[in-house]
Antibody
């Protein structure tokens, strides 16, 4: 059974850096693309970025200047760093696995999500 | 960039009724790159449909996806009590490099 588990600080100060990790179990992290998505309280979903085991990463243009996604294959986890955060970055952050069927798109396995609040 | 618009914003129906949810894209989307999710309060999204019309293992066949070009539909043939939730469509802009993923704003299906 594939499981994803996010972890990281639940509170980040304004102008600081939000850092989260997603641990993958039950699947090889080298089999798929992996994404981060967030959801502000009471609002919709926003894709942040994705990474492949080659190290190739792609980011949402609206966040690209502040986002870095990396992977540690030896620990079977990938990470999100979001710098210069403001209250607008307060959200539940989800990691997710991409569907492995060639030529299709979708995120088939999601972590439970972790709430991050930006506040002093 | 592609914008996804979902309608209606809220759909009020009774158990047993048919639900038809619309997702319209601001430009052509490959149906293979269109997905639908269900989200209940306090839970992560759950993939219902990927590749436009493919149900992952374990998704009941009352859920179906269809459409092409800019207009896509999620149909729930007979609503069960557990189906009352928010539904999001999702696509990748395959014409762009690098890729960009977009979510619609969601349709809430609530009990009438």
């Amino acid at each position: 059974q594939v499981q994803l588990q996010e972890s990281g600080p639940g509170l980040v100060k304004p102008s600081g850096t939000l850092s989260l990790t997603c641990v993958v179990s039950g699947d090889s992290i080298t089999n798929n693309w992996w994404s981060w998505t967030r959801q502000p309280p009471g609002k919709g979903l926003e894709w942040i970025g994705e990474i492949y085991h080659s190290g190739r990463a792609n980011y949402s243009p609206s966040l690209k200047s502040r986002v870095t996604i990396s992977m540690d294959k030896s620990k079977s986890h990938f990470s999100l760093n979001l710098s210069s955060v403001t209250a607008a970055d307060t959200a539940v952050y989800y990691c997710a696995r991409h569907v492995a069927v060639t030529g299709t798109r979708g995120f088939d396995i999601w972590g439970q999500g972790t709430m991050v609040t930006v506040s002093s | 960039d592609i914008v996804l618009t979902q309608s209606p914003g809220t759909l009020s129906l009774s158990p047993g009724e048919r639900a038809t949810l619309s997702c319209r894209a601001s430009q052509t989307v490959s149906s293979s790159y269109l997905a639908w999710y269900q989200q209940k309060p306090g839970q992560a999204p759950r993939l219902l449909i990927y590749g436009g019309s493919i149900r992952p293992t374990g998704i009941p066949d009352r859920f179906s996806g269809s459409g092409s070009g800019t207009d896509f539909t999620l149909t729930i043939s007979r609503l069960e009590p557990e189906d009352f939730a928010v539904y999001y469509c999702h696509c990748q802009q395959y014409t762009n490099s690098p890729p960009l993923y977009t979510f619609g704003p969601g349709t809430k299906v609530d009990i009438k």
